[in-house]
């Protein structure tokens, strides 16, 4: 209820009114079922407008540190956090990566949509990286639809390191659902979760049009933070 009442009438129409979204491909997304929506990341926002235009409730899942703020700004974060769908996670690698699996897993489980997002973390410059094989794991082991969706201009209007966001026009691709229906049971293959990966960052790159760059986005900016030491 809670989601429902920020998404209609709170926190959605003041958005959508000020941003004014164009969308294209929302009828690619099934009306029911598990699914996944996996997209590019360029900012902040991305988790915000996704849930915003599609009519089913949407999971993401979110880094942790996101929802332990302290204070009166912590408390908020949670709680637009949590009235944007976003579940806690922990990326610190190891049986964290194994948490955050089946928690996605446990989305897909109850018929519902999990929003993903390949790369693992924000674009440093507006450009595309390589893709991590997360996905690829719980695409096969699921066995759910997959659809790839472009977030366009997200990062002009709200780049990273900014608190408040600008008030600009921004864009929504949804492609055509993936099958990867072939790689049944293989996904314990790393070979086979690298091609799947690689084949839906190549849809996330034509839906896009962003520079594709095949190295992890956070190496660049491991790289760029020590070098500004």
């Known amino acids: 209820m809670f989601y429902w009442i920020m998404k209609n009438i709170v926190i959605g129409p003041l958005l959508l009114s000020l941003f004014r979204p164009w969308i294209i491909g929302l009828d690619h997304i099934p009306k029911t079922g598990p699914v996944i929506l996996a997209s590019n990341h360029l900012s902040f926002i991305d988790s915000v407008f996704l849930p915003l235009v599609v009519p089913r409730r949407v999971a993401f899942l979110a880094k942790s540190d996101y929802f332990t703020g302290k204070g009166l700004k912590g408390w908020a974060t949670r709680q637009f956090l949590t009235a944007a769908g976003q579940l806690p996670i922990d990326r610190s690698g190891g049986k964290a990566s194994e948490d955050s699996l089946n928690t996605g897993l446990r989305v897909l489980r109850d018929g519902r949509i999990l929003g993903i997002y390949p790369e693992g973390t924000r674009?440093?410059?507006?450009?595309?990286?390589?893709?991590?094989?997360?996905?690829?794991?719980?695409?096969?082991?699921?066995?759910?639809?997959v659809i790839p969706v472009a977030m366009i201009d997200t990062e002009k209007a709200m780049p990273t390191g900014t608190r408040i966001p600008r008030v600009r026009r921004i864009g929504i691709v949804i492609g055509k659902p993936?099958?990867?229906?072939?790689?049944?049971?293989?996904?314990?293959?790393?070979?086979?979760?690298?091609?799947?990966?690689?084949?839906?960052?190549?849809?996330?790159?034509?839906?896009?049009?962003?520079?594709?760059?095949?190295?992890?986005?956070?190496?660049?900016?491991?790289?760029?933070?020590s070098l500004s030491r």
């Open 123 to 145: 674009s440093p410059d507006a450009r595309l990286y390589r893709g991590r094989t997360g996905v690829a794991r719980m695409v096969l082991e699921s066995g759910v639809t």
């Open 178 to 225: 993936l099958d990867f229906s072939r790689f049944e049971g293989m996904e314990g293959d790393r070979f086979v979760l690298r091609s799947v990966t690689d084949e839906l960052m190549y849809e996330l790159r034509q839906l896009s049009t962003q520079e594709y760059v095949d190295v992890y986005a956070s190496s660049v900016k491991e790289k760029r933070a």
